[in-house]
């Protein structure tokens, strides 16, 4: 058993991969988006039961095991990072880096390009996971990171994406272009430093309707200085003093700027060369054309609006397929291979259900492995595409 300690821990590990340069690089999951109450004193008290259980816990993910784990209390901006292994192999032991500079989001794993900079990383969420009280977060977004240097992921750019849908909305032959939102620039030393201010929050600080942490308030002021544009409509146009929301709330901060934080289970992305996979759980949700248009602050929906991915339900999900060049930037996703629902509300046997771990392999080749279960197929499978 590896110990985490060193980092503070890990919060809920998913998929990882192995760097071009050697490390294995790993994705913490279902990071704790709903930070202003990571506090709350239900989160906190002997009841441990989360409210479906019967309990009083007012999130799935519970504060509270991360401060038990610790022996004081946990920061929530220490978790829902990239970390990487260095010297895993050495006799001295290996060192544990969390690399701040990729943003704070649920990762499920990510893809790093030919040139050894480029990096793509999917954000594991869905509007189902949503508390109307306490979580209006949305779904997930597709994000880009792209290093200072080679072999480094310590520095560099985050981006997030912006997609335009055809004119259609059958998810067999939809696709997207896809534009790019800088949200920041920054490193692992400057961003551990910003989370470094939210070390003494308490249990005590917490104020009802309030935030000890990086509200969302504070996102939009931060987006309207970016922007230089009034976004909330309140006649004034705000700043903020640093790029803090990029990297520690990155999820609100790329839909803040107009990024497309629609993805529902938006799990697997792989690469080989110059072409990219993206894979989605399910393409319902926030994916669905009839869920509407939600603001990114108060969650309310405006229905007369399918938002910027607005396409037929389709609950088994699929993969899209990107080409992306020498320049190693996605411009367009395609629809590559997509499941199909019968009648029963089953998956077609001879379709992927609900695809989460992908790999690309040399000639175009893409393992898909299934996280399904028996209401989708009769067992999960593993498929080969070629």
Request: proline share 4%; charged share 25%.
């Amino acid at each position: 058993m590896m110990d985490l300690s060193s980092i503070d821990g890990g919060q809920v590990l998913c998929s990882g991969i192995v760097t071009p340069w050697g490390t294995p690089l790993l994705a913490e999951e279902y990071f704790f988006f709903n930070t202003a109450v990571w506090n709350h004193p239900r989160n906190h008290d002997e009841d441990e039961r989360p409210g479906y259980k019967g309990g009083n816990d007012i999130t799935y993910i519970k504060p509270k095991n991360m401060t038990q784990y610790l022996g004081k209390m946990a920061n929530p901006y220490r978790y829902g990072y990239m970390f990487e292994i260095n010297n895993a192999a050495s006799a001295e032991g290996e060192e544990l880096v969390k690399h701040y500079a990729t943003g704070r989001l649920s990762h499920e794993t990510a893809a790093i390009m030919p040139d050894m900079k480029t990096v793509y990383m999917s954000d594991d969420d869905s509007a189902k996971y949503n508390h109307k009280v306490y979580n209006t977060a949305s779904g997930g977004v597709l994000f880009k990171f792209v290093s200072d240097h080679k072999g480094d992921l310590s520095s560099g750019t985050l981006y997030a994406a912006k997609l335009v849908q055809d004119g259609t909305s059958d998810p067999h032959k939809t696709g997207f272009n896809v534009s790019w939102v800088m949200l920041g620039k920054s490193n692992n030393a400057q961003i551990g430093g910003w989370i470094a201010e939210y070390d003494d929050v308490k249990v005590s600080d917490y104020v009802e309707g309030q935030s000890n942490y990086v509200s969302n308030e504070d996102i939009n002021n931060w987006a309207e200085g970016k922007t230089g544009k009034d976004l909330n409509g309140d006649g004034t146009v705000g700043s903020y003093k640093d790029d803090r929301p990029a990297f520690l709330e990155s999820r609100r901060a790329a839909a803040a700027l107009g990024a497309t934080n629609e993805w529902d289970k938006l799990e697997g992305v792989t690469s080989y060369g110059s072409t990219v996979y993206v894979g989605a759980s399910s393409l319902s949700w926030t994916m669905d054309k009839t869920w509407g248009d939600p603001n990114w602050m108060t969650g309310k929906r405006d229905e007369t609006n399918g938002g910027a991915i607005a396409l037929d339900k389709e609950d088994c999900g699929g993969v899209y397929v990107a080409n992306t060049g020498a320049d190693y930037n996605i411009t367009r996703l395609e629809p590559h291979v997509i499941g199909k629902t019968t009648a029963d509300g089953k998956c077609e046997v001879d379709r992927p259900a609900n695809p989460d771990n992908i790999l690309a392999l040399a000639g175009g080749v893409l393992l898909i492995g299934e996280d399904a279960g028996k209401k989708k197929h009769p067992v999960d499978m593993l498929w080969m595409v070629k």
